[in-house]
């Protein structure tokens, strides 16, 4: 039974194939599912076995992609890790590639980097040419697990709010003057110009005079929650290691934030997100253990898929990758993970003449302060190898239908305003008045000293809710052939720039949308 389920496997279809599976053969039965799936899908797939070295399995999948038409990579095992024997490959492993690291050496990585990228890269021009993910499974049964998490993740049914949601975490920077800069104002420009006004982004941050930052005690337990709840991306931004995030500290203590024992405890199913993890070390794919990000990605209620570092990362190329990525996905809506992760890399070596505002914000600051500015390509082209896809390229994306809205009525405090409503779904919908997100709905308290009783602590945790929830009212209805209309009453402190935004929550896909309004006396 197994020779007969290899030679299918291992068959190569007659059209050139869009798709190359590496799979050693313990794995073979467990993709199985995904292989049947992805071929109903149209794929033309052919699977490849697993050569004695990385360069070996490259000359394979550079054969097929010399035939045109290669689009995706999918890497089926973990890696070996960097201690074992590299010329006697252990069971049901593909081996990652070595580069030499040039730029982040500098600041205590080592001196080479744990890479699939040269995988992708098939015209020897150090740019990915395919996309390119990982199933870094280290048994069937979790190798089913990930399939299985996939699979349900493009046929679930659920278009609730959590496909609309953009959760952030972030520690404190500390990585120095011109990095912490950077990374701050990219962050800052993600959460209130990149995204989208329709999508609902929340923060959870390690600093603790900040209204974002939950009782720091708690920090952990909000972490592993905004995880949990579903949302569309998870990003974490700060410091990392291989086996977890780093501690929130505080005057006289320090909390965990994230590491592998709690993989377990992430209860995503059925809304998983995908994960951002804009951290050192935390996809370091050949540690002597699993690493963060693979634990993150075998977690039944873990994300769907996990892109992560496997070295020291820095915060100028993890910005413009991220910008990127969130672009390709919430701006230019690419129908595979996968290939905008693709599209990100390529630009960030190769801007494209109307790169966007946030690429141009971010190379003129880093040109103006960065220590060493002759080496920001370096650091870019870097970056390339640095970051891997845990997780299936061929992941679909659902992207939302728009929502047209026209308003009529006064935004004047204490009137009502009338929302109409058109889009392609019908079903239950919401339509919300927030503040821009640049504003808060309140006025914060000052914190300039820390507090030292458990009740003063405990009130971080209001304060840390009402940050993350923008809206001064909202109204229930329901969109049928395509159109609803409501009558919204703008609340009597409701004042300066804001936001409409709706969202239709239909049985196979969902909708949303977004206008910008000035409330004004």
């Known amino acids: 039974m197994t020779s007969i389920l290899l030679a299918v496997l291992l068959a190569v279809p007659e059209a050139s194939p869009d798709t190359v599976v590496v799979c050693p053969s313990p794995f073979c039965q467990a993709m199985e599912p995904w292989l049947q799936y992805r071929r109903d899908q149209g794929h033309e797939i052919v699977v490849v076995s697993v050569g004695s070295s990385a360069e070996e399995i490259r000359g394979q999948i550079r054969k097929y992609y010399k035939q045109g038409g290669l689009k995706f990579i999918v890497l089926v095992g973990d890696s070996p890790a960097i201690t074992e024997v590299r010329d006697a ?195 370091a794919i050949d540690a002597v253990e699993d690493c963060l990000a693979e634990e993150m990605l075998r977690a039944p209620g873990g994300p769907v898929a996990v892109v992560a570092g496997s070295r020291v990362t820095m915060p100028y190329a993890m910005a413009v990758l991220s910008c990127g990525l969130l672009e390709q996905c919430v701006g230019q809506r690419c129908s595979t993970l996968g290939e905008a992760i693709l599209q990100a890399k390529r630009t960030m070596v190769k801007p494209s003449p109307d790169a966007s505002e946030m690429r141009t914000v971010l190379d003129a600051l880093a040109t103006a302060v960065s220590p060493a500015p002759s080496k920001l390509a370096a650091e870019r082209a870097e970056h390339l190898l640095l970051f891997n896809l845990f997780g299936d390229p061929l992941l679909r994306l659902h992207n939302p239908q728009p929502i047209g809205l026209d308003l009529s009525g006064s935004a004047k405090p204490g009137q009502v305003l009338r929302i109409a409503g058109t889009c392609t779904v019908d079903g239950p919908a919401t339509v919300e008045l927030t503040v821009r997100r640049d504003r808060l709905s309140f006025r914060p308290p000052l914190r300039s000293i820390y507090p030292t009783t458990s009740d003063e602590l405990s009130r971080f945790q209001e304060i840390y809710r009402r940050a993350n929830d923008p809206r001064l009212t909202s109204v229930e209805t329901a969109a049928h052939d395509g159109r609803f209309l409501v009558e919204m009453t703008i609340p009597a402190y409701a004042e300066g720039p804001c936001n409409i935004r709706a969202f239709v929550e239909g049985e196979r896909t969902f909708a949303m949308g977004a206008v910008e309004i000035a409330v004004e006396d």
Request: hydrophobic share 40%; with cysteine.
């Open 89 to 283: 490959l252990p069971p049901g492993r593909v081996p990652v590639h070595y580069a030499a690291a040039k730029v982040n050496v500098l600041w205590g990585s080592e001196p080479h980097i744990a890479t699939d990228n040269r995988y992708a890269d098939l015209d020897d021009d150090q740019i990915p040419d395919v996309a390119i993910g990982r199933l870094t499974a280290d048994t069937p049964e979790q190798l089913a697990r990930i399939v299985g998490k996939t699979l349900d993740y493009e046929q679930g049914a659920g278009f609730g709010p959590w496909r609309r949601r953009v959760s952030f975490v972030a520690g404190v920077g500390g990585f120095g003057r011109f990095a912490d800069l950077v990374l701050e104002s990219s962050v800052r420009f993600l959460l209130t110009r990149q995204i989208p006004a329709e999508y609902a982004v929340n923060m959870t941050y390690g600093n603790w005079r900040s209204p974002y930052c939950p009782d720091p005690r708690q920090f952990h337990d909000m972490t592993v929650q905004r995880l949990s709840e579903g949302c569309l991306f998870w990003v974490y931004v700060g410091h990392g290691l291989p086996y977890s995030l780093d501690r929130v500290s505080v005057p006289d203590a320090d909390y965990p934030i994230l590491s592998v024992a709690d993989a377990h405890q992430l209860n995503a199913a059925g809304q998983p997100p995908i994960a951002l993890l804009l951290a050192c070390y935390t996809g």
